[in-house]
Every structure is written in C-alpha cells, then in structure tokens.
C-alpha cells in the first residue's frame, strides 16, 4: 500500500519490503495527534495495532518526523517478527510494583534494542539533525530537573530515560548540570551500552541482563525497597542447538514461589535470572518426580511447560547476517 506521508526513498523502499513480505496483509499509515507541539519527538509515542483483519496500523503521531517514525516502529517489527529476546515479569499483589517491573523491565530491553538499531537508522537517513534536535528538546522542557529532593528511584528511573534517548542523539553534554545525578547514572549505563557488541540475541540478552544487575546492586545501595529483579523480571532465555540437548540441572533451577502451592520460579544457573514460570501440580512434586524433571533434556522441558527461547546466535536483525 502506498503511504499518504511523503517518505523518502530508502524508507519507503522499506516499507515496500515489508508490504510485499505481508501480503494481502497491509501496514496501513495513519497520523495521529501527538500529545507534544511539532517541534518535539517522542520516539516511543507511536505504536502499531494488530486489526481484526490482520492488518497493522502503524499510527505517525508527527508527520513532520514520519520517515523517523515509521522506519523506527518498522525496525522494531522486524526485530519482533524474529525469534528475539523478550522480557516481562511476575506479577505482584501490589500494583505499583507490577508497573515498576513492567516499566523498568520494557525501558532496560528498548535500551539495547534501539543501540542495536542504531547504525541502520543512521544508514537509512532518518536520525537527522532535526530529529535529533526534537528528540533532545523533549527532554530540555519535559524532564523534570534533578535537585535535593529527588529520590533514588526517580534518578534511576530518569537515567533510563536519558540513556534511552542517547541511542538516538548520543549524550549530551550539557544535560550534565540539568540532571547532574541522572547523568552520572546515565553515563554508567551508556558505558556499559556502547562497550558492548549487539548482533546476536545472545549479546543482547547479555547486555539487558549487564544492566538488570547494575540496578539490582543500585537498588540494594539506597536501601530501596522493590521486588528483586533477578527474580521478577522474567528474561527469556537465548540456547544453542547444543545447550537445547542439555539437561534441565544443567542449566536450570526451579524454586517454588511464596505461598504458592504450584507454581515455580525458572532461573538460571549461572546468571541466576528468572527466565519464567511454570505450574507443576501437587501429585508431580514429589521428590523422584522433581528429579525426573531435572532429568529432561532442555528442548523435552520446555515443549512440557510450553516455553519459548531465543535461538542463541541467531542474528537480532536480518540485515546483521549479511
């Protein structure tokens, strides 16, 4: 289908790839009223909508920033269309803390995955001087400035942020002052970012779980009380052919939850992060049961439980395997 939007030709040869890829399915362009003047951008205020037909409404909330816009969110399909790494998390009797979970454990994930489609946005020519001048002047006028009463919490939270929008305009140096305790976090998190290869979904796993364990020790630091990250965000595990003929003991532990008559904790051995959950009825958790199940293969585990990885070397997008 041809967009209404006047995109340039390296971006709509994209979305031609992807339209013909889909067919008869369509990604179907439709502007949007963004919630920031023109002369702002928010990379995450679009989004795409699976219609009832199976079509994809891809929504350009600025269509002054359209070429951004769409071959942003299209990356991100093509990444999601992939056998790729995902993240969710467990969830928790108070709902501030779900939505702590959820919001840190999506924000850590966009993170890696936006620096990791950074070169291809700089060689489609959509992350531009005008671009990147919005995106930055979201942040000069919308991001409150740090000062002495801002909780540990929330600089955590807004080094995210910060770090996030890095990926898109590299750090800048005179946010330094503006959020000085923000940026020192930021520039932490963006060392740890730019020192790190992202072509396979086993270094991108590596990496999120790399800055899953900066803020467990941050938040352990400041004596902040929230739910374990390594316990409840779930990372969804990245195996070889090899590992897959493994057995469970090998790679896996599984730990009942709290007050919980059947469901169990997977984490993994040796980064000790929870992959997911699983349910395993009262009459399968006697003790040569358990064995058994430790027994299995990987690949037997995860078709009984029904759990999805990510293959380990496979590439985060086409174009890396090239």
Known sequence: MTSTFNLSAPVQNLLDQFQKEMAPKQIILQEKESQFPATMLDPEESQMILTKTGDIELFVPNPRFA?????????????????????????QNNPQFSQFLDQIGQELRNIVVHQAMHQQLLE???????????????????????????????????????????????????????????????????????????????????????????????????????????????LKPVLSERQLKLSVRQLFQLWRQPNAATTYLVKGIQDEQAISLIEIPKDEQQEAA??????LSVQAFLDKFALNYAPRDLPVFPEDEQ
Not at 290 to 295: F, G, K, V
């Open 67 to 91: 070429n951004f816009i769409v071959a942003h969110e299209l990356m991100h399909l093509q990444q999601e269309g992939r056998q790729s790494v995902q993240i969710s998390y467990v969830k």
């Open 124 to 234: 489609l020519g959509v992350l531009d001087d005008d671009v990147q001048q919005a995106i930055q002047k979201l942040i000069d006028e919308k991001l409150p400035v740090d000062d002495s009463t801002t909780s540990a919490l929330v600089i955590a939270m807004k080094a995210i942020q910060l770090a996030d929008t890095f990926t898109f305009v590299g750090s800048v140096d005179q946010w330094q002052e503006k959020f000085a305790k923000s940026m020192k976090v930021a520039a932490e998190l963006w060392q740890l970012v730019t020192t790190a290869n992202l072509t396979t979904n086993r270094q991108v796993r590596a990496l999120i779980d790399q800055l899953i364990n900066y803020f467990a020790e941050y938040f352990d630091k400041f004596g902040l009380q929230v739910p374990s990250l390594a316990d409840n965000l779930l």
């Open 290 to 295: 358990m064995l058994a199940i430790y027994d």
